[in-house]
């Protein structure tokens, strides 16, 4: 069990002989990617100690925390990593700024007509 992380959701889902199997999600804080929780299953996660969160490990989530952290170049050399949260939040006051771009209320980004 990792202790002081919550379960990002959950699953039921049908086997054989019309029985049913429960269990937990966990999801990565830099790319949102979920997986199914199996200790002991052997399957190789990390845990951040820059964002505090939980990583998936795979070489898409690296690849992608690299294209993230250079979308904003005030962050090379102080940060490690980028959570997809506050990555989205930066990108929301990015666009706020933007003249071409209105935020609406809800969160939606929406291109002004020119």
Partial sequence: MIHHHRVAGWFERGIADGKTEVGETRQCAHCQYVWTYQPGS???RGYCLNCHGLLCMRLECHEQQKQLLATFPELQGRHSCLPFEDWNNRMRDKLMRDPMWEV??????????Q
């Fill in 104 to 113: 609406l209320p809800s969160g939606i980004a929406v291109m002004k007509d």
């Fill in 42 to 44: 052997g399957a190789k």
